[in-house]
């Protein structure tokens, strides 16, 4: 592997961190992040992250044991909050000795960061907020994410460039922050470990590498895309708890207006409570996303894309996404 010394030395809290050679996270996509992705990544010198979404444990303990009869690397799990298996999902990454966990999609809930510290786990965290963030830090957060509304799959109301204004001069000197969301260039990972980010989380830019399990036509619809292709889902009921979605345009997107439509109409009637609705949207998800990833269906499911998907235009091996990405912000760097 080639070297990049000032890259590097940028990146070098964020690496002594992961145990990996370069800062550079893979983000949690369904469906996407799974062995061969992670395992791939985790190779080429970046973290693989499993994306555990709506697996069940015992699927869950599969994908950790294939994903280490791949790689002899470090790689991480994302664990969504709000699953009602949360804990036992804690408890499967104890039994691997999983080094680091990611929760994503909602504050930890009361235990959880506990659960994980238990087996020596690094806890990341995702955090909107830079008072939320403290709060975290303080609750035993090892590291955190901030991830601009460009990302792709869940977003935020406020870009990457914002939220790392805010965060990093507060954050930086005390604390290992990644910045995430719209990422595409190495010049880009430049400038945010110059403003003091350990590293950075890249998801879109991986989907379509060719370690990606990814149906054929999900890759080839992100080399047509541009940024304004992929957008962000509308609230319909402002009593539906809607984390907005970033995803490419399609059929999927008018379908999701009308499954809000149909679970504000359960919620009208009694059927539900308010829990079960927001699983019912995350269910829903889930869903639509797997007809896209796996079975090809770009035009009914849910094609998750950044906005930096215009900039994936051909499907290359995990080695070369990442040497490019460090060969960019190297030359950036060294033309300061």
Not at 103 to 110: E, F, Q, T, V, Y
């Amino acid at each position: 592997m080639t070297d990049y010394p000032l890259t590097s030395a940028l990146m070098q809290r964020g690496t002594d961190f992961l145990g990996s050679r370069y800062a550079i996270l893979c983000g949690a996509m369904s469906w996407v992040s799974e062995r061969n992705l992670v395992a791939a990544i985790s190779n080429a010198g970046g973290f693989g992250v499993i994306a555990c979404g709506a697996m069940t444990p015992e699927l869950l303990d599969a994908e950790i044991a294939g994903t280490r009869a791949l790689t002899d690397r470090p790689f991480g799990v994302n664990l969504i909050t709000m699953h009602p298996q949360l804990f036992d999902h804690i408890a499967v990454c104890a039994r691997h000795r999983v080094g680091h966990v990611v929760l994503a999609g909602g504050i930890p809930p009361k235990g959880s960061v506990e659960a994980i510290k238990a087996f020596d786990g690094k806890v990341i965290c995702f955090a909107p907020t830079l008072a939320l963030a403290k709060k975290l830090l303080r609750s035993g957060a090892d590291a955190m994410v901030i991830e601009g509304m460009e990302a792709g799959g869940h977003i935020g109301p406020v870009s990457t460039s914002v939220l790392a204004q805010e965060f990093l001069p507060d954050l930086a000197a005390d604390h290992l922050v990644f910045v995430a969301g719209g990422i595409g260039r190495g010049e880009a990972i430049a400038s945010y470990l110059e403003m003091g980010a350990v590293g950075v989380q890249l998801g879109t830019r991986f989907a379509c590498a060719r370690e990606s399990i990814a149906h054929p036509d999900f890759k080839k619809a992100f080399f047509r895309a541009n940024a304004r292709d992929a957008v962000a889902s509308v609230q319909v009921d402002p009593r539906l708890p809607v984390i907005p979605v970033r995803a490419l345009k399609n059929k999927g997107t008018e379908e999701f207006t009308a499954k809000q439509i149909e679970v504000a109409r359960l919620l009208d009637e009694g059927g539900i409570d308010m829990g079960e609705a927001q699983l019912l949207i995350e269910k829903f998800w889930a869903g639509a996303l797997r007809r896209a990833v796996i079975d090809g269906d770009v035009e009914n499911g849910s094609v998750m894309a950044g906005q930096s998907v215009g900039m994936v235009r051909a499907e290359e091996p995990v080695t070369d996404i990442i040497a490019e990405l460090m060969a960019q912000s190297e030359a950036a760097l060294a033309s300061r």
